[in-house]
Nanobody
Framework: QVQLVESGGGLVETGGSLRLSCTAS????????MGWFRQTPTMEREFVAA????????RYGDSVKGRFTTSRDNAKNTVYLQMNDLKPEDTAVYYC??????????????????WGLGTQVTVSS
């Protein structure tokens, strides 16, 4: 049974930082591509970041490039999203996603097989 559990969300002021974590179980994590997405009630699920199974390659959505960084610790089955210089428009539920036995980075939500339940990030102005 695959489980992805996000943590680290919360309320932060504009310009602040948060680090999200996503811990996986039930998959061979070091052979799994991971991604981060976000969604609001008025917006479709938006690509935020992706990372290859070895962590060597990453990709970012245009709206977060230069502010967010994703990384992973395969020994801990955990992927991270470091979010700096947060803005009110970053307010959303953030989800991690997994694509087992996949080498590349993937930007579409349809590419992923498993999802976490999400963690709320709220940035106050």
């Amino acid at each position: 049974q695959v489980q992805l559990v996000e943590s680290g969300g919360g309320l932060v002021e504009t310009g602040g930082s948060l680090r999200l974590s996503c811990t996986a179980s039930g998959i061979t994590f070091d052979r799994t591509a991971m991604g981060w997405f976000r969604q609001t009630p008025t917006m479709e699920r938006e690509f935020v970041a992706a990372i290859t199974w070895g962590g060597r390659n990453t990709r970012y959505g245009d709206s977060v490039k230069g502010r967010f960084t994703t990384s992973r610790d395969n020994a801990k089955n955990t992927v991270y999203l470091q979010m700096n210089d947060l803005k009110p428009e970053d307010t959303a539920v953030y989800y991690c996603a997994a694509k087992p036995t996949a080498y590349n980075v993937y930007r579409s939500p349809d590419d992923y097989d498993y999802w976490g339940l999400g963690t709320q990030v709220t940035v106050s102005s």
